[in-house]
C-alpha cells in the first residue's frame, strides 16, 4: 500500500471516531437537557399543587365584612367626661353609723380622710378599704384660732423635726393602709415652710401623697411638698362650710363648674347629714351628664 492510500485510510479513521465521538456527546446533553426538563416541569407541578391547595383553604375562609356603627362612635363620644370631679371627705373616725356608712354606699370613688386618735378611726378605716373606697389621714394641724381635740396628734408650729416626725409615723402606724395625707383645720402650721418642709420629707419616705385643704391663704403646703417631690394638689372648693341643703348644692354646683371648665376639680366636705343628702341627690345626675368622678390620689402629680 502507497504512503497517499495509508494517509486517506488514516484521515477516515479519525473523521469516522470524530463523529462517533460526537454522537456521544450529543446523546449525553440530550439526555441531561432532558432531565433538567422533566425536573423542572415536576418542580412546577408541585409548586403550582401547593398553590391551588392554599387558595383552596383560603376560599373556605369566610370573608369577614366588619362595618362600624355610627351609633357606637356617637356613644363613645357620649362616654367623654365633662369633667373630672374628686371628693374629699374629711372627719371620718369621729362615728360609725349610718351617715359613714352612706358615704361608703355611694356608688363612686370617695376619698375617705380619716382624722386620727378616736375610738372609730381605725375600725372606719377597715370599712372604707373594704367597701372600695380610698383612705388619707387627716392629720391635726396647729390653727390660727384656738381649738381643741388631737392635742397629742396635732403638728404645731415651734415643734422640733423630730416631734414631727414622730407624730406623723404614730398615725401611719394607727392608719397603715392611708395612701396620703391632708390638713385638718392646719391654717397656721401650713404656712410654716419649716414644718410643712419636714412633713414633706417624712411622707416623702413613706411615699404618701399630700392634699393640701387650703385653710389659709398662705399656705406653703403645696409648694413644700413639690420642692421634695412629694405628689400633691390643693382642694379647689369646699362643699359644706355653710351646712345648709341649699348651699351645700350650690358648692356643688360651683366644683361641678370648675371641673368643667379645668377638667377636673377638687372638692372637701365633711362626714355630715346633708353633705350626704346632696351628693346622694347630685350624683346619678351628674353622671348621667357625663362627669366622673376619681380618688384624692388621681389628682395629685
Known amino acids: 500500500m502507497g504512503r497517499s492510500a495509508f494517509r486517506k485510510t488514516s484521515d477516515v479513521r479519525y473523521i469516522n471516531s470524530i463523529a462517533m465521538i460526537d454522537k456521544i456527546m450529543y446523546k449525553r446533553v440530550t439526555i441531561f437537557l432532558s432531565i433538567t426538563v422533566i425536573f423542572l416541569l415536576i418542580s412546577n407541578y408541585s409548586a403550582l399543587r401547593k398553590l391551588d391547595s392554599i387558595g383552596q383553604k383560603r376560599d373556605l375562609t369566610p370573608t369577614i365584612i366588619v362595618e ?26 369621729y362615728r360609725n353609723d349610718l351617715i359613714s356608712d352612706g358615704f361608703l354606699k355611694l356608688n363612686i370613688p370617695i376619698t375617705c380622710a380619716i382624722i386620727p386618735g378616736h375610738s372609730q378611726s381605725k375600725i372606719f378605716a377597715e370599712k372604707a378599704i373594704n367597701a372600695g373606697k380610698e383612705v388619707i389621714i387627716h392629720m391635726p394641724m396647729e390653727s390660727s384660732v384656738v381649738t381643741s381635740g388631737e392635742e397629742e396628734y396635732k403638728i404645731k408650729t415651734g415643734m422640733t423635726s423630730e416631734e414631727v416626725e414622730w407624730r406623723i409615723n404614730e398615725v401611719l402606724k394607727e392608719i397603715p393602709s392611708a395612701v396620703g395625707m391632708n390638713n385638718h383645720q392646719g391654717s397656721k402650721a401650713t404656712t410654716d415652710g419649716k414644718i410643712m418642709s419636714v412633713v414633706a420629707s417624712v411622707l416623702k419616705e413613706r411615699d404618701k401623697y399630700f392634699l393640701d385643704s387650703r385653710t389659709a391663704a398662705n399656705t406653703v403646703g403645696e409648694k413644700s411638698m413639690r420642692s421634695i417631690g412629694v405628689p400633691t394638689a390643693s382642694r379647689h372648693v369646699f362643699l359644706d362650710n355653710n351646712p345648709s341643703i341649699d348651699q351645700i348644692s350650690a358648692q356643688l354646683d360651683e366644683l361641678v363648674a370648675f371641673a368643667k371648665k379645668r377638667g377636673i376639680g377638687i372638692g372637701i366636705g365633711h362626714a355630715r347629714p346633708n353633705t350626704l343628702k346632696v351628693l346622694e341627690t347630685k350624683i346619678p345626675e351628674l353622671l348621667k351628664a357625663g362627669y366622673k368622678f376619681e380618688f384624692g390620689s388621681y389628682a395629685v402629680n
Open 68 to 93: 362600624e356603627d355610627s351609633s357606637s362612635i356617637d356613644l363613645q363620644i357620649l362616654k367623654e367626661p365633662l369633667g373630672t370631679i374628686v371628693l374629699i371627705i374629711d372627719d371620718f373616725g
